[in-house]
C-alpha cells in the first residue's frame, strides 16, 4: 500500500509562518504531481498548490504570493512555505501524490490552525 505522510501541521499565530512535509515513495514520487489540498470544516476539499515532476507550480489564488511549495526529489518530499497565515487558512492539509487521473495517493491530513 503507498503511503504518503504529511507533518508539519500546529497552532500559530495570525501572521506567523509554518511548513509543511510530505514524503511519498520514491517510485511514486519521481513522476507524480504532488499537491496540497486543505478542508476546511464545513467546506469542500481545495487545491492549495501543487508541483509537477519537472518543478512547474500552481497556486489558488488565495495563498498566491503567501505560500510556496517545493519539492526535495533526493528526499522524496515536497513542502510548503507557509508565511502571513490568517485565520481562514486554518484547515486540514492533505498531500496527494498523483500519476493519472485514477491514480491518487492521500496522506491522512495534518491540521493548521491559525489563531486570530
Known amino acids: 500500500q503507498v503511503q504518503v505522510v504529511e507533518s508539519g501541521g500546529g497552532l500559530v499565530q495570525a501572521g506567523g509562518s509554518l511548513t509543511l512535509s510530505c514524503v511519498a515513495p520514491?517510485?511514486?514520487?519521481?513522476?507524480?504531481?504532488v499537491g496540497w489540498f486543505r478542508q476546511a470544516l464545513g467546506k469542500e476539499r481545495e487545491l492549495v498548490a501543487s508541483?509537477?515532476?519537472?518543478?512547474?507550480?500552481n497556486y489558488a489564488e488565495s495563498v498566491k504570493g503567501r505560500f510556496t511549495i517545493s519539492r526535495d526529489n533526493a528526499k522524496s518530499t515536497v513542502y510548503l512555505q507557509m508565511n502571513s497565515l490568517t485565520p481562514e487558512d486554518t484547515a486540514v492539509y492533505y498531500c496527494?501524490?498523483?500519476?493519472?487521473?485514477?491514480?491518487?495517493?492521500w496522506g491522512r491530513g495534518t491540521q493548521v490552525t491559525v489563531s486570530s
Open positions: 496527494n501524490a498523483r500519476l493519472s487521473p485514477t491514480q491518487n495517493y
Open positions: 520514491p517510485i511514486i514520487f519521481s513522476v507524480a504531481t
Open positions: 508541483v509537477t515532476y519537472g518543478g512547474s507550480t
